[in-house]
């Protein structure tokens, strides 16, 4: 018995020196050569354990103790080796073959691809710029006075409640709740006349085919002497005329925001059934694309213009409405599941 724990603690120190050799250079022919002598069915391990049926009873399960250890050191060894080889053989062949980076690829080159709101951004701001405006940037984490207040949505206004916010754990910060924070941001900076747009990401908590709780939108504010409404409706009607064609109609409907007077929402008519009425349009033929109006005198007020002397109208469109409807895409929601055989089939519209 005491030769078999022996001759396994000898059996050991061959196998590390074997092993260690092979640790010098770990190619897979050479440890399946080690592990078919060791661990083989004719291997040196099996003859231990063809031994061990030799041992009186009472000492056998020290003695084969012993081999389980050994046959276990051996495992892990031949494992660690055969992970060793991986990046050995890499080193070799690249050795041997020297890589030519002036050369082809080999295979079909795969491109990237814009998403679909990018690509409507791109196209807006093209629009946009093309009628002299100017891009502007605000914040997306903003404080209550910008997104509310100043725009004429006192603390406990309903309006608060239609667009329900994420706040932050101090509650004077929200994730802005629409693109309309811009305008107070520009016109504290700025001076009349302003002309600008600003996209961006805002958040509200919604989630349907139509809303997503974080989308974007463009906001356009223009202020000057002897600005009216049939400006506001001008611009509009031109910038949707470059994005969707000239045969698509809009039509603006009365509605209400605080910052504004007279306001009014902006539909177009649905790209899907071309206004024969569809799911994604409620089967009204339209869909709501934006608010837009007159800027309220309370709102010029909170940033020291002088409401006698100016006027000024500003809009907000979703962006990713807009890029709905000129895909034909069904859901929002599928914009942002991140699936690359999804995202990666927009063209450059138009
Ligand atoms: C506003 O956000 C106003 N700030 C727009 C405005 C600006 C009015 C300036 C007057 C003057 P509204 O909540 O309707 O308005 O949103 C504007 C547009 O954003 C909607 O018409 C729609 O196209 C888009 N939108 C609103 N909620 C979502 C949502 N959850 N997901 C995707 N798009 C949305």
């Known amino acids: 018995m005491a030769?078999?724990?022996?001759?396994a603690r000898k059996l050991q120190e061959e196998f590390t020196a074997e092993a260690g050799k092979v640790r010098e250079t770990p190619r897979s022919s050479l440890i399946e050569e080690l592990r078919v002598s060791w661990l083989g069915r004719k291997g040196a391990l099996n003859k231990l354990y063809e031994d061990l049926k030799s041992v009186d009873k009472a000492e056998r399960p020290e003695a084969g103790k012993a081999i389980n250890q050994l046959r276990q050191s051996i495992e892990k060894e031949v494992n660690e080796l055969k992970e060793l080889a991986v990046g050995f053989e890499i080193k070799e062949k690249l050795s041997r073959t020297p890589v030519d980076i002036s050369l082809p690829l080999?295979?079909?080159?795969?491109?990237?691809?814009?998403?679909?709101?990018?690509?409507?951004?791109?196209?807006?701001?093209?629009?946009?710029?093309?009628?002299?405006f100017t891009v502007y940037d605000g914040p997306e984490v903003d404080q209550d006075f910008y997104n509310f207040s100043a725009l004429n949505i006192p603390e406990h206004h309903p309006a608060r409640d239609m667009q329900d916010t994420f706040?932050?754990?101090?509650?004077?910060?929200?994730?802005?709740?629409?693109?309309?924070?811009?305008?107070?941001?520009?016109?504290?900076?700025?001076?009349?006349?302003?002309?600008?747009v600003a996209p961006g990401r805002v958040y509200r908590v919604d989630n349907d085919a139509t809303h997503t709780p974080m989308f974007h939108q463009i906001e356009c504010v223009v202020v000057d002497r002897g600005i009216s409404f049939s400006h506001l409706k001008g611009i509009i009607d031109s910038f949707l005329k470059s994005v969707f064609g000239?045969?698509?109609?809009?039509?603006?409907?009365?509605?209400?925001?605080?910052?504004?007077?007279?306001?009014?929402?902006?539909?177009?008519?649905?790209?899907i059934c071309r206004g024969k009425g569809c799911r994604v349009c409620s089967h009204t033929g339209w869909l709501e694309i934006g608010g837009s109006g007159m800027i309220h005198p309370n709102v010029f007020e909170s940033v020291q213009y002088d409401s006698e002397d100016y006027t000024g109208f500003a809009f907000g469109f979703g962006i990713d409405r807009m890029a709905m409807l000129a895909y034909g895409l069904p859901d929002l929601r599928q914009m942002f599941t991140g699936d690359y055989r999804y995202l990666s089939q927009f063209p450059i519209y138009r």
Not at 116 to 127: C, D, E, G, W, Y
Not at 174 to 192: F, G, V, Y
């Open 106 to 132: 080999k295979g079909e080159l795969s491109q990237g691809s814009l998403h679909p709101v990018t690509l409507m951004r791109s196209l807006l701001l093209k629009a946009f710029r093309r009628l002299g």
């Open 167 to 196: 706040f932050l754990k101090d509650k004077n910060f929200l994730l802005r709740t629409h693109t309309s924070n811009i305008q107070i941001h520009a016109m504290l900076q700025e001076k009349p006349p302003v002309r600008l």
């Open 246 to 271: 000239n045969d698509l109609q809009t039509r603006f409907r009365p509605s209400f925001f605080p910052f504004v007077e007279p306001g009014a929402e902006v539909d177009l008519q649905c790209t």
């Open 3 to 7: 030769s078999l724990i022996d001759n």
